[in-house]
């Protein structure tokens, strides 16, 4: 188990690679050639799926709460990226990418997996940086960003459940197409409290 400084809970690795935990945070390079997508131009019958970027989560506790960080990419390679996670199981998952687009440019890009998986581009970012924040209010999720970690523009929200399953929350970094990019994770927040308004994040 690993405590994160600002996340009130124990973190579990996915697999043994290396983290770097600091007292503001956490950093990590990305695995080459890693990613968690469940493609949905498969043949209809089974998706291909790649679940093999590195994960440090850990079970969410009950009831509303948000969950934000400031993370930094070094870009180097298409669809380089780093990640809060939402994970219920390996076909049940949601992610809130800050991700280099094949066009070259910064942006913050949403996924969720119900056996597979869709993909939605948002806003680009002028920066290597940008705060990424996850929040639960009832049965809804909702993803925001941030350019100044103060002012929240809405990404998506979406129902995610599995009955019996405790949802787990945490980083995740990726390089689905290059050697790897170092990711840091910093001024994370953990707080059991509401969103007032799901899509202006206040």
């Not at 990613?35 to 009950?62: C, Y």
């Not at 809060?84 to 969720?112: D, H, I, R, T």
């Not at 949802?167 to 969103?195: A, K, N, Y």
Request: charged share 20%; net charge negative.
């Amino acid at each position: 188990m690993v405590a994160v400084a600002g996340v009130p809970f124990p973190l579990e690795l996915s697999e043994q690679w290396e983290w770097t935990i600091g007292e503001h945070g956490v950093s990590a390079v990305a695995k080459p050639h890693s990613d968690v997508f469940i493609d949905p131009s498969g043949d209809g019958s089974v998706a291909p799926s790649n679940l093999s970027a590195v994960r440090l989560m850990g079970q969410a506790p009950d009831g509303d709460f948000i969950f934000s960080a400031r993370v930094e990419v070094g870009f180097a390679s298409t669809f380089d990226a780093g990640v809060l996670m939402l994970w219920l199981n390996e076909k049940n998952w949601a992610k809130l990418c800050f991700e280099y687009s094949p066009q070259g440019q910064p942006m913050v890009v949403s996924v969720v997996a119900r056996d597979v998986a869709d993909d939605a581009n948002g806003m680009l970012i002028s920066d290597n940086h940008v705060w990424l924040r996850i929040a639960r209010k009832g049965a809804i999720w909702t993803f925001h960003s941030s350019t100044d970690g103060v002012s929240w523009s809405f990404a998506r929200a979406f129902v995610l459940d599995i009955p019996d399953t405790q949802p787990h929350i945490g980083f995740e970094v990726q390089s689905p197409m290059g050697p790897g990019c170092p990711v840091e994770f910093t001024d994370v927040v953990f707080e059991q409290r509401s969103l007032d308004q799901l899509r202006n994040g206040s």
